[in-house]
């Protein structure tokens, strides 16, 4: 399992990641992982999130990047003590990778400002003996 925590501004972004084991296809070379993200707003303003950039790879160092509005159909608005979750999920064509990226957010005034996704791994767990 992966996790990372980063903090930009008062944003705290927590990310947990699981391999899918019944989606997974291995001997057709596809690993199904999901992530679950914590978005809380620790800071003192107003703040929405207006679009993601997500950086993604595989084992062999291959990246794809994935960018777009907001997150699971969603741009959501979260004032001083709110909380966003969510899950998505990320199909990989070797056994690990990883992922990491960032959102962009924007405040009522019209600040707009990038918020840090760490770094976290994508991986099957190894067989036990």
Not at 43 to 59: M, N, P
Not at 109 to 114: K, L, P, Q
């Amino acid at each position: 399992m992966g996790t990372s925590k980063a903090r930009t501004r008062g944003i705290l972004v927590e990310v947990e990641s699981t391999f899918v084991p019944e989606r997974s296809e291995p001997l057709r070379r596809l690993w199904f992982f999901a992530y679950r993200i914590r978005i809380a707003n620790d800071g003192d303003e107003v703040v929405q999130l207006i679009s993601r950039h997500w950086i993604i790879t595989d084992a062999h160092g291959e990246v794809e990047e994935v960018t777009g509005p907001g997150v699971v159909g969603e741009q959501p608005i979260l004032s001083p003590g709110d909380t966003f979750e969510y899950t998505s999920f990320c199909p990989l064509s070797t056994p690990f990778g990883a992922m990491h990226g960032s959102y962009q957010m924007v405040t009522p005034g019209g600040d707009g400002f990038e918020v840090e996704i760490a770094p976290f791994e994508l991986s099957q767990p190894l067989p036990v003996n």
